[in-house]
């Protein structure tokens, strides 16, 4: 039978593992937990840099090479420099 420490560790656990909480048990018992937190700011660059026309114009030249003042990133936005 669990004793209510326990039974609240249990319940803290299930809360984390809803937020997107990684948890495993390693062969000593030890925890590892990875959190990963998403950037509204950068999803709500990214739909405003899809709309813009400029923007589209800039990636474009980026993946053709001749533009080098900017970079596109993995998930698609366009920063500036390199």
């Known amino acids: 039978m669990m004793n209510d420490m326990e039974i609240k560790e ?3 656990i299930v809360e984390l ?7 495993s048990v390693g062969l ?6 990875k959190l990963k937190i998403p950037s509204m700011l950068q999803d709500k ?10 923007v589209k114009e800039i990636k474009e030249r980026v993946n053709k090479g001749i533009e080098t003042s900017f970079q596109m990133l993995s998930d698609g936005l366009i920063s500036i420099g390199r």
């Open 10 to 12: 249990q319940e803290s």
């Open 17 to 23: 593992k809803k937020m997107g909480l990684q948890l």
């Open 28 to 33: 000593k018992g030890s925890l590892l937990a």
């Open 45 to 54: 660059v990214l739909v405003a840099q899809q709309a813009d026309g400029k």
